[in-house]
């Protein structure tokens, strides 16, 4: 992912934060708008691709926002088809 944007001049921040109750804090004004970098002249940083495991949340952030879909496309994520699951449409697979 990192050669892929820097060779297109994209500019973007990965963000990490634990699983204990002040990261998910950190984690919720994150997703209620943005994050300012660390230096003032750094600005305001946007999660466009949010996911968590079972050890945090994580988020890749740009400079501005974008929807989800087309963060994934911009970053060479395949987006899959939505289709029903065979355990929903036919009951457990044996």
Same mark, same amino acid.
């Given at each position: !992912?990192?050669? @892929?944007?820097?060779?297109?001049?994209?500019? +973007?921040? @990965? $963000?990490? +934060?634990?699983?204990?109750?002040?990261?998910?804090?950190?984690?919720?004004?994150?997703?209620?708008?943005s994050?300012?970098?660390?230096?003032?002249?750094?600005?305001?940083? +946007? /999660? $466009?691709? /949010?996911?968590?495991?079972?050890?945090?949340?994580?988020? $890749?952030?740009l400079?501005?926002? !974008?929807? +989800?879909?087309?963060?994934? @496309?911009?970053?060479?994520?395949?987006? /899959?088809?939505?289709?029903?699951?065979? !355990?929903?449409?036919?009951?457990?697979?044996q």
């Open positions: !992912m990192s050669a @892929r944007l820097e060779h297109a001049g994209v500019e +973007y921040i @990965r $963000v990490a +934060y634990g699983n204990d109750e002040e990261s998910f804090a950190k984690a919720e004004v994150l997703l209620s708008g994050i300012v970098g660390e230096s003032p002249e750094d600005g305001k940083w +946007y /999660p $466009v691709i /949010p996911w968590v495991r079972d050890d945090g949340f994580y988020a $890749v952030c400079r501005k926002k !974008m929807p +989800y879909r087309d963060a994934c @496309r911009l970053f060479g994520f395949d987006i /899959p088809t939505g289709k029903p699951s065979r !355990m929903l449409k036919n009951g457990p697979q």
